[in-house]
Nanobody
């Protein structure tokens, strides 16, 4: 059983930056595909950025391309989402997830474990 704990969310002004962290326990992060997802009020959960196991495939949603960067530190069992040039439309609850098998960066396909979510609010 893998537990995922996110941190790093908060309130930031437009144009600002945040780095989300997701600490994994109970499993070896290197064996998993990793992903960041977000869900805004009244909207479906969407994939933001994902990396398959062994970092073969990287997906970045068009809406965040050039602004967000996903990464992982396998030695410390932690994954990150660096978010720059934040916009009000980036406001959402952000979730991390891991999966043994990578199908796509979509919340509608199975991901084995999910974090509890962290709120990101971009507002002046």
């Amino acid at each position: 059983q893998v537990q995922l704990v996110e941190s790093g969310g908060g309130l930031v002004q437009p144009g600002g930056s945040l780095r989300l962290s997701c600490a994994a326990s109970g499993g070896t992060l290197a064996y998993y595909a990793i992903g960041w997802f977000r869900q805004a009020p009244g909207k479906e959960r969407e994939g933001v950025s994902c990396i398959s196991g062994r970092n073969i495939i990287t997906y970045v949603a068009d809406s965040v391309k050039g602004r967000f960067t996903i990464s992982r530190d396998n030695a410390n069992h932690t994954m990150y989402l660096q978010m720059n040039s934040l916009k009000p439309e980036d406001t959402a609850v952000y979730y991390c997830a891991v999966s043994r098998a990578y199908y796509s960066c979509s919340a509608s396909v199975p991901w084995d474990y999910w974090g509890q979510g962290t709120q990101v609010t971009v507002s002046s």
